[in-house]
Structure formats: C-alpha cells, structure tokens
C-alpha cells in the first residue's frame, strides 16, 4: 500500500512559478513509475508527466518546455516544478504512482488545486 500527499498548489498569475510536491509514504522510485496529472472542470483527466526509475522522465505537450519533473529517493518525494504558467494550466493536479510489475496496482493522491489567474 502507497499513500500519496499533494501539497503546494495555489493561485498565481500567469507567467508566475509553482512548486507542487508529492510525498510517498513508502519508497517507490525502485518500484513505482510517478506521475502528476491534472483534470479541469468538465474535461478529462490529462497526463502531465512522468518520472520512472527516479531519472527518466515524460512530459505532456502542453507542458512541455515549461515543467519539469524529479525525484529526492530520500525523502520519497516527487516534485512538479511549473514554470510560466497559463490560464489554461488550471486544474486539480493528482499525484499518481504505478507498480512497474503489476501496472493495474495504482495508487493517486488527493489532489491539490492550481488556479492561474490575474
């Protein structure tokens, strides 16, 4: 069993920097591929990137350039660095983590919410 925590979302004008953690309640970077994901009001819920092994990362088009992804295996936590942020970005963001060797064992955070706007 992996309990996520989403922390850090907020409101921030465009153009502005968010930080948004994830902290795991057990190790999972030999084990979990994690990810953030984020769903808007009245749209599904998108991919915005991944992170697998603690290096290998992938990304959404639509952050791409703009946010990154990373791993401290120290303290379990999983980070989404969000650069110029847009309007469009709002969203519910969601921590996620995915069993490499049993892909249906998921487990998702609570969510955090991110609203861009002036």
């Known amino acids: 069993q992996v309990q996520l925590v989403e922390s850090g979302g907020g409101l921030v004008q465009p153009g502005g920097s968010l930080r948004l953690s994830c902290a795991a309640s057990?190790?999972?970077?030999?084990?979990?591929?994690m990810g953030w994901y984020r769903q808007a009001p009245g749209k599904l819920r998108e991919r915005v990137a991944t992170?697998?092994?603690?290096?290998?990362?992938n990304f959404g088009d639509s952050v791409k350039g703009r946010f990154t992804i990373s791993m401290d295996n120290a303290k379990n936590t999983v980070y989404l660095q969000m650069n110029s942020l847009k309007p469009e970005d709002t969203a519910i963001y969601f921590c996620?983590?995915?069993?490499?060797?049993?892909?249906?064992?998921?487990?998702w955070g609570q969510g955090t919410q991110v609203t861009v706007s002036s």
């Open positions: 996620k983590a995915v069993n490499f060797f049993t892909p249906k064992t998921q487990y």
């Open positions: 057990g190790s999972t970077a030999s084990t979990y591929t």
């Open positions: 992170i697998t092994g603690g290096d290998s990362t």
